[in-house]
């Protein structure tokens, strides 16, 4: 099926994070999973690495992103290019939740305190 209908609810929720899975494996996609985020102002971000290059597009305020040991904002309209095997971390850069759309090739995994998995909402 080429149009993969908009969900009506947020897919998965974290306390400080919302994930909406747009297209993914279990939707249809072959190649790539999209979902929308949100994170909330206030939350303490998650350093970890992706197996794959991941995209992230600011669809509304501000993010702050960690890569690598450095720290950029990135307003919206942005494009956020994480490197596969490279340490980062989101958040809100300030008292605002910001909104993504994120990209990766399925098949791409997370690595988080040494465990590597398939987040949820990409599958």
Do not use: N
Not at 13 to 30: D, K
Not at 58 to 63: E, H, I, S, W
Not at 76 to 99: H, K, M, Q, W
Request: contains cysteine.
């Amino acid at each position: 099926m080429p149009i993969i209908p908009a969900p009506s609810a947020v897919t998965h929720a974290l306390p400080h994070a919302h994930f909406t899975s747009l297209a993914t494996p279990r939707l249809g996609t072959r190649e790539t999973s999209v979902w929308r985020v949100q994170l909330l102002p206030g939350g303490e971000p998650a350093t970890h690495s992706v197996t794959r290059e991941e995209i992230f597009v600011v669809l509304k305020g501000k993010a702050r992103v960690s890569l690598d040991q450095q720290s950029y904002e990135a307003e919206e309209g942005a494009a956020i290019v994480v490197p596969r095997d490279t340490s980062f971390a989101l958040s809100s850069a300030d008292d605002r939740a910001v909104e993504l759309l994120c990209c990766l090739p399925v098949g791409g995994q997370a690595r988080l305190d040494g465990q590597l998995f398939t987040p949820p909402w990409a599958e």
